[in-house]
């Protein structure tokens, strides 16, 4: 019954970019870990120098869980994903099914804790701004390093993230990407 951290374990056998060459895996416990790392940051940034008011804290764990329904239904590449509203509407209705199936592996009586974090989205929309642009920022970051090894896959993906990062228009964003973004282009002797 209870296999729920059983389920969020295989995370790490969830390879993201299926569809392109990578010189460096990127699984999806890495990428939630990231996600997680970046999302704390924006909402303390936020709070810091724009007057927001999330906590640090609870963005992290949104975004340490933000794709556990993918540990059942996998990760879908982005142009299948969105392909049509169709596609986009039947995916949230298999992930929505993912979600549940997750939580009927807890204990009834932890079930209402994680639906609050696994469900965060439809709950908390300021949250899921957060934890959306971090989710972004992170796949930028992996193109970034991608391109970096010499893989020029992820040239058209990086610059496609790097629109739709600008175009968010949240000022915690800007900031993480004018002063943070630039390191992750950086070899370890250039950061020194």
Same mark, same amino acid.
């Given at each position: 019954? =209870? ?35 970046? =999302? ?44 049509? +509203? ?46 959306? =642009? ?36 949240? +000022? ?8 943070? =973004? ?11």
């Amino acid at each position: 019954m =209870a296999d729920f951290f059983a389920f969020i374990n295989r995370m790490k056998y969830i390879n993201r970019w299926g569809l392109m060459r990578n010189t460096v895996p990127d699984d999806l416990q890495e990428h939630c870990f990231q996600t997680a790392v970046i =999302a704390h940051a924006l909402a303390l940034i936020d709070g810091k120098f724009f007057g927001g008011k999330l906590n640090p804290e609870k963005a992290a764990v949104y975004a340490l869980y933000h794709d556990a329904p993918e540990t059942i239904t996998g990760d879908m590449p982005t142009p299948v994903k969105y392909f049509n +509203a169709g596609m986009r509407e039947s995916y949230r209705e298999i992930e929505d099914a993912a979600k549940e199936r997750l939580l009927g592996m807890l204990p009834e009586e932890l079930r209402d804790d994680y639906r609050a974090i696994i469900g965060f989205e439809e709950e908390d929309a300021d949250y899921a701004r957060i934890v959306k =642009a971090a989710d972004k920022i992170t796949a930028y970051i992996k193109c970034v390093e991608e391109e970096n090894s010499g893989n020029a896959d992820f040239r058209s993906a990086r610059e496609s993230l790097k629109k739709t990062i600008d175009g968010l228009d949240m +000022a915690c964003v800007s900031y993480f990407m004018e002063n943070f =973004a630039e390191g992750f282009g950086k070899t370890l002797d250039e950061m020194h």
